[in-house]
C-alpha cells in the first residue's frame, strides 16, 4: 500500500489520483481550504493549476522534502491561449526541481485529458500512455510501477529539461481541443 497526497479536487487532480486509486493505496486530496497534515504521501501530486503550485511548494516545502514531486501543468495563459508563463528555454518543472532541491520533480500527466485518465483510454480506442521526463532514474521507475499497476502505460521521454517539449505537447494538444479539432476525450495516443 502506498500514499499518494494529490493537490487539487479539480478535474486533473481526480483523474490523476483515481490512476493510483487502487489494491488499497490511500489516495488523499487537498484544496484551497484544506489543513495540511504533517506528513504527505510518497508521491505528491501538483494538481492544480500553475498559478496556484508556486504557493503550494512555498507553504509546504519542508514537508514535500523527500517526496517524489509530481508536476501535471501546462503553464499556458488560459486567457490568451497564446503565452507561456515561463521562459521557452525552461519548464514548470524545472523551475519546481529548483524551488525543491531536496525532492524530485518528475513532469507527467500533463499530455493527457482528464477524460482518457478515468476511463483509461483514448477516444475509447487506445490504451491511454502517460509520458514523464525527470532526472532521478530510481524515482521514475518507482512512478511508471505506480502508474502501469493503474492500468495505464508509461514512457520515458528522458531528463527533467525534456519537460520543456511535453509541455509544448500538452499546449499544443489543448488549443486543438479547444479549436474542436480534438475532443477531450480524444487526445494523443502512444503506440509501441
Not at 478515468?118 to 530510481?138: F, H, I, N, P, R
Not at 474542436?180 to 476525450?185: L, M, R
Request: charged share 25%; proline share 3%; no cysteine.
Amino acid at each position: 500500500m502506498v500514499k499518494i497526497s494529490v493537490f487539487g479536487r479539480g478535474n486533473m487532480g481526480k483523474a490523476v489520483g483515481s490512476v493510483f486509486d487502487y489494491e488499497g493505496n490511500q489516495v488523499e486530496y487537498f484544496g484551497h481550504d484544506s489543513q495540511i497534515p504533517d506528513e504527505l504521501g510518497e508521491v505528491v501530486i501538483l494538481g492544480t493549476q500553475y498559478k496556484d503550485m508556486a504557493g503550494i511548494i512555498e507553504a509546504n516545502k519542508d514537508k514535500l522534502k523527500g517526496k517524489i514531486v509530481v508536476d501535471i501543468s501546462n503553464p499556458v495563459n488560459f486567457q490568451t491561449m497564446d503565452d507561456f508563463y515561463v521562459p521557452m528555454d525552461s519548464s514548470a518543472a524545472q523551475l519546481f526541481q529548483d524551488m525543491l532541491p531536496e525532492s524530485t520533480v518528475i513532469k507527467a500527466f500533463n499530455t493527457n485529458f482528464f477524460d482518457n485518465l478515468l476511463k483509461k483510454t483514448v477516444a475509447g480506442q487506445v490504451k491511454t500512455t502517460v509520458q514523464m521526463a525527470g532526472d532521478d532514474e530510481a524515482a521514475k521507475a518507482r512512478l511508471r510501477q505506480l502508474i502501469e499497476a493503474g492500468g495505464i502505460n508509461v514512457v520515458d521521454a528522458g531528463p527533467l529539461r525534456r519537460s520543456r517539449e511535453l509541455e509544448a505537447m500538452g499546449y499544443l494538444q489543448i488549443v486543438l481541443a479547444v479549436r474542436e479539432q480534438v475532443s477531450f476525450e480524444g487526445g494523443y495516443a502512444i503506440l509501441k
